[in-house]
Every structure is written in structure tokens, then in C-alpha cells.
């Protein structure tokens, strides 16, 4: 026991000294802080000099931004197909909505531009529009894509990977030359269509997860955003889709303000056969419900 008795003495006085160098600093800064509070009122400012990266992320405010859906673009030919024709807006009628924005003043963005912006990496431009097409369409090359070329608009197409080469849909050689445009960003709304809100778990994780993949590897590119087949989902469809690494999803909810907290169930729009000025004064009354 005697043996440490000087050891133990040092410690201890080299306790007391270390225990005064603690109180020492904490009176200073407790100091220092009651200084700023009384001075300038930012007494977080000595204590936390820089919030930490996730803080400044979900500081990215809701954004007033008309995410347009689409899906046929084309003159109908077979006049019994009620469904296309529900879904169907002609060409010239596109083209004057396409006029319309650009002439309003909207810029038309990406969807991966709206996921950008709510991890804090991108700002949007003034009078930002999303605009989507669901399915993957034949017509998206034959009647769209010339449009946008025309008029050098940008626009998100959500794409059935497993209905690529199915008549009326998409060839994989047509998909990778819009792709390759620059001008469409490519998306995923699963390999086949799926009910998610009705689909077990194996299934909904291959949907959602290999039809990312298989995208890719296609066009050679990142995929970014999905769309929910029938706009329906669910609390592990979300899950799943954040899990794939996805920055954005859709839903055909009605609406126009997107918040970061909505980013894997965002608002869209129908324009329908709206044009010109009856177009533009729609979006710019649309209010959201509270
Ligand atoms: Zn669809």
C-alpha cells in the first residue's frame, strides 16, 4: 500500500491540476458566451461554428413546382380504344403547351433537379416545370421527341423496362438515342407495371430495385427517379425505393407545392387539353389544399 502513496499523491495532484484547466476553460467559454448573448444576441455562433451537412440539408424549402403528367401524344387511330383516348392529347395540342411555358417564362427541369435541390447540391431556376411522361409510349419518339428538340425542352420519361420492343412501346435502340440526347432524363416505373400498394415484398424489391438496374445498364447512365405505377403505394414501397437509391418518386396525387419531406410521393398535374393563356393561368391559381 505504501508503496503507492507517491505515485497515487502525484496523480492526484496532477488531478487537481487537470480538474482547474477544465473549470478554467468552461468559465471562459461559459464567459465568452454570455459575452455574445449579451452583445449580439449569437451565442450558437462560438459553441457551433458550422452546422453539420444533414442540418443544412433540410433547411431546402418547399418548392412551388407544376410537375406535368403525360402519357399518350398522338393522333388516335383506332377510335374504339377508349382508354387511349382518355389518356390522349394530340401533338399540335402539345406543341401549343410546350409555347405556352416558354412563353410564360418557365423553365423546364429534370426530375433528378428537383431531387438535387432537396439534398442541397442544385438550385432550380425561376418558374421551374417538371415535365413527365408515364409509360414509355412509341409515340414519346415519334411525336414528342421531335416537339422538345424543336422547341429544346427537357423533360423526365418514366420507362416500363420490361415493355421495351413490345409493340406500341418503346425499342430499346429508340430508348438509348433519346437518352443519348442530353435532352430527356430517363426514368423508372418499374419492369411491369405492378400494383406496389398489392405486391409482396420480393416481388416489389424486383420491381423497383432491377428495373433501376436494367435501365442502366441499357442506357449507359445513372437512373435517378420513379414513378408509382397507378400512383399507388405504400410505406415499404417508399422504403424500398429510398433503399434503391432512387432521389424522387411520383405519385398522381393532385398538387403543386413539393416539400423535401414528400420527395418519394410528389405532387403531379394533369394539363389535359388546356392551352395558351387558359394553361397558364390554371397553374399559376392552383392552390394547394391544407
Ligand atoms: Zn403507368
Given at each position: 500500500?505504501?508503496?503507492?502513496?507517491?505515485?497515487?499523491?502525484?496523480?492526484?495532484?496532477?488531478?487537481?491540476?487537470?480538474?482547474?484547466?477544465?473549470?478554467?476553460?468552461?468559465?471562459?467559454?461559459?464567459?465568452?458566451?454570455?459575452?455574445?448573448?449579451?452583445?449580439?444576441?449569437?451565442?450558437?455562433?462560438?459553441?457551433?461554428?458550422?452546422?453539420?451537412?444533414?442540418?443544412?440539408?433540410?433547411?431546402?424549402?418547399?418548392?412551388?413546382l407544376p410537375i406535368l403528367t403525360y402519357h399518350?401524344?398522338?393522333?388516335?387511330?383506332?377510335?374504339?380504344?377508349?382508354?387511349?383516348?382518355?389518356?390522349?392529347?394530340?401533338?399540335?395540342?402539345?406543341?401549343?403547351?410546350?409555347?405556352?411555358?416558354?412563353?410564360?417564362?418557365?423553365?423546364?427541369?429534370?426530375m433528378?433537379?428537383l431531387?438535387?435541390?432537396?439534398?442541397?447540391?442544385?438550385?432550380?431556376?425561376?418558374?421551374?416545370v417538371a415535365i413527365t411522361f408515364d409509360?414509355?409510349?412509341?409515340?414519346?419518339?415519334?411525336?414528342?421527341?421531335?416537339?422538345?428538340?424543336?422547341?429544346?425542352?427537357?423533360?423526365t420519361?418514366y420507362?416500363?423496362?420490361?415493355?421495351?420492343?413490345?409493340?406500341?412501346?418503346?425499342?430499346?435502340?429508340?430508348?438509348?438515342?433519346?437518352?443519348?440526347?442530353?435532352?430527356?432524363?430517363?426514368?423508372?416505373?418499374?419492369?411491369?407495371?405492378?400494383?406496389?400498394?398489392?405486391?409482396?415484398?420480393?416481388?416489389?424489391?424486383?420491381?423497383?430495385?432491377?428495373?433501376?438496374?436494367?435501365?442502366?445498364?441499357?442506357?449507359?447512365?445513372?437512373?435517378?427517379?420513379?414513378a408509382y405505377?397507378?400512383g399507388?403505394?405504400?410505406?415499404?414501397?417508399?422504403?424500398?425505393?429510398?433503399?434503391?437509391?432512387?432521389?424522387t418518386a411520383v405519385t398522381t396525387k393532385s398538387g403543386i407545392?413539393q416539400?423535401?419531406?414528400n420527395?418519394?410521393s410528389l405532387y403531379r398535374l394533369r394539363p389535359?387539353?388546356?392551352?395558351?393563356?387558359?394553361?397558364?393561368?390554371?397553374?399559376?391559381?392552383i392552390?394547394?389544399?391544407?
Amino acid at each position: 500500500m505504501m508503496k503507492l502513496t507517491y505515485p497515487a499523491g502525484k496523480f492526484l495532484i496532477l488531478g487537481i491540476i487537470c480538474t482547474g484547466l477544465v473549470f478554467g476553460l468552461l468559465i471562459s467559454q461559459t464567459n465568452n458566451s454570455t459575452d455574445n448573448v449579451q452583445n449580439n444576441g449569437i451565442s450558437q455562433i462560438t459553441i457551433f461554428p458550422t452546422l453539420p451537412n444533414r442540418e443544412i440539408t433540410n433547411l431546402v424549402e418547399s418548392t412551388r413546382l407544376p410537375i406535368l403528367t403525360y402519357h399518350y401524344v398522338e393522333v388516335v387511330q383506332d377510335k374504339n380504344d377508349t382508354i387511349r383516348q382518355k389518356l390522349d392529347i394530340s401533338p399540335s395540342i402539345f406543341e401549343n403547351q410546350i409555347i405556352a411555358l416558354k412563353e410564360a417564362s418557365y423553365s423546364a427541369v429534370f426530375m433528378k433537379d428537383l431531387g438535387n435541390y432537396f439534398e442541397g447540391k442544385e438550385k432550380l431556376p425561376d418558374k421551374p416545370v417538371a415535365i413527365t411522361f408515364d409509360d414509355g409510349y412509341r409515340d414519346f419518339y415519334t411525336d414528342v421527341f421531335p416537339i422538345l428538340k424543336k422547341h429544346s425542352v427537357k423533360a423526365t420519361l418514366y420507362v416500363i423496362t420490361g415493355f421495351l420492343d413490345r409493340p406500341n412501346f418503346l425499342t430499346r435502340v429508340q430508348l438509348k438515342e433519346i437518352a443519348g440526347s442530353g435532352l430527356i432524363e430517363i426514368a423508372s416505373h418499374t419492369l411491369h407495371h405492378i400494383d406496389l400498394k398489392k405486391a409482396d415484398e420480393k416481388t416489389s424489391r424486383q420491381e423497383i430495385i432491377e428495373s433501376k438496374k436494367a435501365l442502366e445498364d441499357i442506357i449507359g447512365n445513372k437512373v435517378y427517379d420513379f414513378a408509382y405505377p397507378y400512383g399507388s403505394y405504400s410505406e415499404n414501397s417508399i422504403k424500398l425505393v429510398k433503399e434503391a437509391g432512387y432521389l424522387t418518386a411520383v405519385t398522381t396525387k393532385s398538387g403543386i407545392i413539393q416539400t423535401p419531406g414528400n420527395k418519394y410521393s410528389l405532387y403531379r398535374l394533369r394539363p389535359d387539353t388546356k392551352t395558351g393563356k387558359v394553361l397558364i393561368s390554371w397553374l399559376e391559381n392552383i392552390q394547394d389544399k391544407k
